[in-house]
C-alpha cells in the first residue's frame, strides 16, 4: 500500500475519527494510488482518469461521491487544487435504501430462536429493538440494565434501558469491527433461509424497518428521533429551538417506545422446545444442567446461553436441559 494512502490514515486518525473509517479511505485511496501512480502532485486528468475508471467498473453516483472524499482530502495534504467537475446530481430516489418489512423482520426473530448462535441472536435482538447501525452494534461496552451506545454521524452518545424481552438473548453479546458486522448478516440471512432481492440488504434495513413501523404510531416524533440516535444537527432542522428546550429524558423516551414497539413482543413470545411443546424464556437454573454432560451454565427455553456465550454453532445443537 502506497505512501499516500497512509497519510490519509494518519490524518483521519489524527482529527479523532474512528479508526474503520480511517481504513475505508485507506483502501479507497491506495485504489486511487493504483489508478493514477504515486505523486507529489495530481492534475484534473489524473482525476478524470479515476473517474473513469470507477464509471467503468458500475458505481453509482452516490457512491463515487463518497469515494471522491479522500481524493480531496489527499488533495488537501498535499496542497494542490482538487478540480472543479461538473457531476450528474444524485436525486434521492436514485439512492438504494433497502427496508425489511415487519413481516420480515418478526420472521428473523422467530427463525433465529431456533437457527441462531448466541452471539448472533444477541446482535439480532439489539438491531430490532434499538435500530443500531453496524458501527455502533459491534462497539458496545457492558450491557446490565442499560446499553450505552457511541452514537455515530454526530448522534449522541446514549444510554438506554433493556427491556426485560431482550435481556436473555443479550448473554452472546461480544465486541466486534465493523467488516464483521457485515459478515454477522449475510451469515444470519443464509442461515434463516432468506432471500433478498439484492445485495447491499445490512443491518440498516432492519432499522429502517424499526423507524417505518414506530412511525405510524401516536408516539412523539421528537421522542422517536431521540430514540433512533439522530444527530442534533437534523433534529434542529426539523423541531427549531424546540429540539433544544425540550429537555431530554432517555428513560421515559424508552418505556414510552418499547410500549408500542414493533418487535419487542416477538422476542417475548413462547417458542417449541424439543419435546413439541411451548415455553416461555426463563432464566433459571435447570436440576438437569447442572448434570448435563454436554454443558452447564443457565438453561434457556431448554437451551444455555452461557455456555455458548462465545461460540456460532446454533443454539439448540449446544445442549437440551
Known amino acids: 500500500m502506497g505512501s499516500l494512502a497512509e497519510k490519509v490514515y494518519m490524518d483521519l486518525m489524527a482529527r479523532g475519527k474512528d479508526i474503520e473509517t480511517a481504513r475505508r479511505w485507506r483502501n479507497w485511496t491506495a485504489k486511487f494510488e493504483v489508478?493514477?501512480?504515486?505523486?507529489?502532485?495530481?492534475?484534473?486528468?489524473?482525476?478524470?482518469?479515476?473517474?473513469?475508471?470507477?464509471?467503468?467498473?458500475?458505481?453509482?453516483?452516490?457512491?463515487?461521491?463518497?469515494?471522491?472524499?479522500?481524493?480531496?482530502?489527499?488533495?488537501?495534504?498535499?496542497?494542490?487544487?482538487?478540480?472543479?467537475l461538473a457531476m450528474p446530481k444524485v436525486r434521492d430516489s436514485d439512492i438504494s435504501r433497502p427496508v425489511l418489512s415487519h413481516e420480515e423482520v418478526c420472521q428473523m426473530i422467530r427463525r433465529g430462536k431456533e437457527m441462531l448462535s448466541a452471539r448472533e441472536l444477541a446482535y439480532l435482538a439489539l438491531s430490532t429493538t434499538y435500530g443500531m447501525r453496524r458501527e455502533e452494534l459491534g462497539g458496545l461496552g457492558r450491557i446490565d440494565g442499560r446499553v450505552t451506545v457511541d452514537t455515530v454521524k454526530g448522534g449522541p452518545v446514549t444510554t438506554h434501558l433493556v427491556p426485560d424481552d431482550i435481556k436473555p438473548y443479550l448473554l452472546g453479546y461480544k465486541r466486534s469491527g465493523v467488516g464483521y458486522m457485515s459478515l454477522v448478516f449475510r451469515r444470519i440471512i443464509k442461515k434463516l433461509g432468506m432471500v433478498l432481492p439484492r445485495e447491499n440488504y445490512g443491518w440498516h434495513a432492519i432499522r429502517r424497518a424499526?423507524?417505518?413501523?414506530?412511525?405510524?404510531?401516536?408516539?412523539?416524533?421528537?421522542?422517536?428521533?431521540?430514540?433512533m440516535r439522530w444527530s442534533d444537527a437534523s433534529l434542529k432542522g426539523q423541531f427549531g429551538m424546540l429540539a433544544i428546550y425540550a429537555k431530554r429524558n432517555q428513560e421515559e423516551i424508552?418505556?414510552?417506545?418499547?410500549?408500542?414497539?414493533?418487535?419487542?413482543?416477538?422476542?417475548?413470545?413462547?417458542?417449541?422446545?424439543?419435546?413439541?411443546?411451548?415455553?416461555?424464556?426463563?432464566?433459571?437454573?435447570?436440576?438437569?444442567?447442572?448434570?448435563?454432560?454436554?454443558?452447564?451454565?443457565?438453561?434457556?427455553?431448554?437451551?444455555?446461553?452461557?455456555g455458548a456465550e462465545y461460540s456460532d454453532a446454533p443454539l439448540y445443537q449446544k445442549v437440551i436441559c
Open 35 to 84: 489508478c493514477c501512480g504515486i505523486k507529489s502532485k495530481y492534475e484534473r486528468d489524473d482525476v478524470i482518469r479515476y473517474l473513469s475508471h470507477l464509471r467503468e467498473r458500475g458505481y453509482r453516483q452516490s457512491s463515487i461521491d463518497v469515494m471522491l472524499r479522500p481524493v480531496k482530502l489527499l488533495a488537501q495534504v498535499q496542497e494542490w487544487n482538487f478540480p472543479r
Open 210 to 227: 424499526l423507524a417505518t413501523e414506530l412511525v405510524c404510531t401516536d408516539v412523539s416524533l421528537l421522542n422517536l428521533l431521540r430514540f
Open 254 to 306: 424508552d418505556k414510552s417506545i418499547f410500549e408500542v414497539h414493533p418487535f419487542l413482543k416477538v422476542w417475548s413470545e413462547k417458542r417449541l422446545n424439543f419435546t413439541g411443546e411451548r415455553s416461555e424464556v426463563k432464566g433459571e437454573r435447570s436440576e438437569s444442567a447442572r448434570t448435563s454432560p454436554l454443558t452447564s451454565g443457565y438453561c434457556v427455553d431448554n437451551e444455555t446461553i452461557r
